[in-house]
T-cell receptor, first 112, second 114 residues
Framework: AQSVTQLDSHVSVSEGTPVLLRCNYS??????LFWYVQHPNKGLQLLLKYTSAATLVKGINGFEAEFKKSETSFHLTKPSAHMSDAAEYFC??????????FGGGTRLMVKP | GAVVSQHPSRVICKSGTSVKIECRSL??????MFWYRQFPKKSLMLMATSNEGSKATYEQGVEKDKFLINHASLTLSTLTVTSAHPEDSSFYIC??????????FGQGTRLTVV
């Protein structure tokens, strides 16, 4: 069985400050891990993915995430938040097979 | 990345009527398509998985007679909400993947049943 826990349902940062969105997973196998972003009333956009290559993954819009097997974590970070980063973020795990398991989501708010 | 197009993006229908949502993979052949439902302030809930040419596999608690899924070709899957009621109002998202690749998501469909 696999599961994903996003530790914060809401994160609020000031523009220009770092962003940290936390994700822990459990998986019976070596998983693939993803971060998706969803802007209001929009579909899901892939930010980045980990598929057993480099543990530090760089994605679009300056986001990156580090896969830490010992901690079963895949936290998403960005050095400097922008107003346009305000959205809902989902951590997703995919074992071998078709099943994608979504975390509960983290709403990121960016204050001017 | 690959493109998945979902149509319509918004639909309003009267209670008791049926509504069809289309999900198309525009530049790849989708061997598997997924349908998700998103409740307000909640994560996505997988409703069903469909493989081209075979019956969809529904998740526990999803009524297969109410949410009809057809995956007739490698580029098109449809979700039909039959006899819709206000509690069916939600955001529905499809995703599609080719064999051995990641899943790509459609833009989603906001269904409002009045």
């Amino acid at each position: 069985a696999q599961s994903v826990t996003q530790l914060d349902s809401h994160v609020s940062v000031s523009e220009g400050t770092p962003v940290l969105l936390r994700c822990n997973y459990s998986s019976s196998y070596s998983p693939s891990l993803f971060w998706y972003v969803q802007h209001p009333n929009k579909g899901l956009q892939l930010l980045l993915k980990y598929t057993s290559a480099a543990t530090l993954v760089k994605g679009i819009n300056g986001f990156e995430a580090e896969f830490k097997k010992s901690e079963t974590s895949f936290h998403l970070t960005k050095p400097s938040a922008h107003m346009s980063d305000a959205a809902e973020y989902f951590c997703v795990v995919n074992n071998a097979g078709n099943m994608l398991t979504f975390g509960g989501g983290t709403r990121l708010m960016v204050k001017p | 990345g690959a493109v998945v197009s979902q149509h319509p993006s918004r639909v309003i229908c009267k209670s008791g009527t049926s509504v069809k949502i289309e999900c198309r993979s525009l530049d790849f052949q989708a061997t598997t398509m997924f349908w998700y439902r998103q409740f307000p302030k909640k994560s996505l809930m997988l409703m069903a998985t469909s493989n081209e040419g075979s019956k969809a596999t529904y998740e526990q608690g999803v009524e297969k007679d109410k949410f009809l899924i057809n995956h007739a070709s490698l580029t098109l899957s449809t979700l039909t909400v039959t006899s819709a009621h206000p509690e069916d109002s939600s955001f529905y998202i499809c995703s599609a993947r080719a064999l051995g690749t990641e899943a790509f998501f459609g833009q989603g469909t906001r269904l409002t049943v009045v």
